[in-house]
Nanobody, 125 residues
Framework: QVQLVESGGGLVQAGGSLRLSCAASGRIFGSCAGWFRQAPGKVREFVAAILWSDGRTYYSDSVKGRFTISRDIAKNTVYLQMNTLKPEDTAVYYC???????????????????WGQGTQVTVSS
């Protein structure tokens, strides 16, 4: 069983930065960790993912160059550094983990086995 606890959300002005953290309990190996977000009235969308084994990263086009996903294996923690935030980044951000053999479906939410409770990020204009 894996439990995920997110932190770091909040209110920030456009152009500002936030760093989200996702601490995982339980063993995570050979897996992928991802961040998704969901704005009011919209579907949950992929933001970024990182392979636990070798650190390869993937990003959606909307955040590429502004967000950075990273992991600390010793702490079983995944981070999302968000820079140059825009009002359209406002959403609830969810951390997720795929603990099975990596399938390559890093942007597909149904590929993930565990989810955090979400943390609100609000960017004011």
């Amino acid at each position: 069983q894996v439990q995920l606890v997110e932190s770091g959300g909040g209110l920030v002005q456009a152009g500002g930065s936030l760093r989200l953290s996702c601490a995982a309990s339980g063993r995570i190996f050979g897996s992928c960790a991802g961040w998704f977000r969901q704005a009011p009235g919209k579907v949950r969308e992929f933001v970024a993912a990182i392979l636990w084994s070798d650190g390869r990263t993937y990003y959606s086009d909307s955040v590429k160059g502004r967000f950075t996903i990273s992991r600390d294996i010793a702490k079983n923690t995944v981070y999302l550094q968000m820079n140059t935030l825009k009002p359209e980044d406002t959403a609830v951000y969810y951390c997720s983990v795929d603990v099975g053999p990596y399938s390559g479906s890093y942007s597909i939410k149904d590929a993930y086995d565990y989810w955090g409770q979400g943390t609100q990020v609000t960017v004011s204009s």
